[in-house]
């Protein structure tokens, strides 16, 4: 895995000083391809969708691709009709998956898109799990709340589930969102997103750094490898 600038890193999980978690069990869903979501789904202190008003939605053989950066203030953007978000019921728990080009009902749309998440309030951490990746290159990218690009986090080789903390360099309090697509081959879902509200952001026992932001907005694609040329596998047991 690797990050862009280092103003984001990665921490345990479990070591979050954050407490308050996002689920999806409280949310209506259905086993298989799940349950239907075209617009913004709003949960906790949280709001889902595809992607930010900005960002464009490419489509890669079987995925959604992010590019472009989120304009100024960040705010959500819906996928087209029935190329959103689905709600997956599994093993008595909600996930989270984004619907692929194919677009829902088809299963193998589901868990092949792209899904962005917008804070109520800044952070200066937060955590989240990945459901069912199968090794594929999965990307993460973090912005602030006037759409700035602050970093990228981008990992492959995973085969379970998987839990991430991240945590911003210097305990800077400024992280608004976050977008998440990848090239996984079976698809990916997304749980357990913890955060903290405004008055619980925890303090840093670091030095006050403020790093200096890229002059430059570079339009974010994944590298090269990151593009299959060829229809990936499919594992028809492994539908998020």
Sequence with gaps: YRF???LVTLLPYNNLRCQNTVTFDGVPSSPGVGTNYNGRLDVDDMSFS????GQVRERVTDFDVLADLPTSPLRLSNGPPNQN???VQRSGNNILTGTG???WPN???TGYGAISGLFNDMQSEFGLRIIDPDGGAIVIQFYGNDGTYIDFFVFSGYTENTFFGFERSGGEVDLKGFSIYHTDPAGIGIDDVRYCPASENPPTNRPNV???FP???PTMRPPPTFRPTMRP???PTRNP
């Excluded at 595809?50 to 008003?53: A, H, L, S, T, Y």
């Design 101 to 103: 080009p194919f677009g």
């Design 210 to 212: 403020n790093p200096t």
């Design 107 to 109: 299963p193998d749309a």
């Design 85 to 87: 978000l689905a709600v």
């Design 50 to 53: 595809e992607r930010f008003n």
């Design 233 to 235: 596998r499919r594992n």
């Design 215 to 217: 002059t430059f907005r």
């Design 4 to 6: 862009d600038f280092g």
